[in-house]
């Protein structure tokens, strides 16, 4: 007999921290729970549709239960018991503190400075953090064009710092970007006409030390160095060095590199798989659990 939530969250403490073997967990599970070791636990975030919002509830579960989260849509510090289909879906009301539209998001808490930490996709992004989702080739003649920024521009160059979560190819990390959407560490300056550090650009305001710190791929974690450029920090397991820069448009530093990246333990996915994501709506699919630990969950 299946069991009941009460009877699941008293399960979560019992299950091991252990890390899992390859092949049981997938792809999206890692990368969520790498984004979610990015939370603090004194954190306010604004997160996006999709795995950025898997990764903060998977981190509300675990390791930073007390961080609040805002939705784009005007919901703050929703206590949703498994993931809405988009920041607009009326379930991440649940238990909010308050509800709003993106005048108050926007204008009250992320403009104000109160947002800490941003959670964000792209469909590229740059040596130097900017992110691209307008359009691909000249903006007036595109080859594709994007839904837009939807917000993306705004947490990230407002949120004290940012994580981006973004599949990993060639033609998605780029030199520079086609269009940049949203800056990273380096701006381009309508003054001098020319590139230059976000911190020079935007000297005097408040968020010229606003910027990524962090990318999460389907290959890897990346990170920022002093000069805003981006470097290799972690390998997913089973990817190579040589395969991630086969999938680089650039010269990519992998000279810090420190290992692979740490594999999900059991009570991290059991906490994904049940609670955040149980009807798989951004998961791919759920991975049988190993025998000892479903013996466990069944008794």
């Known amino acids: ?148 920024s939807g917000g993306n521009s705004d947490i990230g160059t407002m949120a004290r710092r940012t994580a981006f979560i973004i599949l990993q190819e060639k033609r998605r990390f780029l030199e520079r970007n086609d269009y940049t959407t949203t800056p990273g560490w380096w701006c381009w300056d309508f003054k001098t006409k020319e590139w230059k550090p976000k911190k020079e650009v935007w000297k005097g305001t408040p968020f010229a030390d606003c910027g990524p710190t962090a990318v999460v791929t389907n290959m890897g974690v990346y990170r920022f160095d002093e000069n805003g450029i981006i470097y290799l920090e972690t390998s997913h397991p089973g990817v190579t060095v040589e395969q991630i820069k086969e999938n680089c448009g650039f010269d990519l530093n992998v000279s810090r590199l420190k290992g692979e990246t740490a594999r999900p333990n059991y009570r991290e996915l059991f906490v994904l798989r049940e609670f955040v994501d149980p009807e798989l709506i951004f998961l791919p699919q759920k991975v049988d659990y190993p025998a000892t630990l479903q013996s466990l969950i069944d008794a």
Do not use: W
């Open 1 to 148: 007999m299946a069991k009941s939530m009460e009877e699941l969250m008293e399960l979560i403490d019992k299950i091991p921290e252990e890390p899992a073997k390859p092949g049981e967990f997938i792809l999206p599970e890692l990368m969520a729970i790498a984004v979610a070791h990015e939370v603090r636990d004194d954190d306010i975030v604004f997160a996006g549709t999709g795995l950025p919002m898997v990764g903060i509830m998977t981190a509300n579960f675990l390791n930073a239960p007390h961080a609040l989260l805002i939705y784009e849509s005007g919901i703050c510090d929703g206590k949703t018991m498994h993931v809405p289909m988009s920041v607009c879906d009326q379930r991440a009301a649940n238990m909010s503190s308050t509800l709003g539209g993106l005048v108050d998001t926007f204008g009250y808490y992320l403009q104000n400075g109160f947002v800490t930490l941003g959670f964000l996709g792209g469909a590229a992004i740059d040596k130097y953090g900017g992110v691209n989702v307008t359009s691909i080739g000249d903006y007036y003649h595109p080859a594709h064009r994007f839904t837009g």
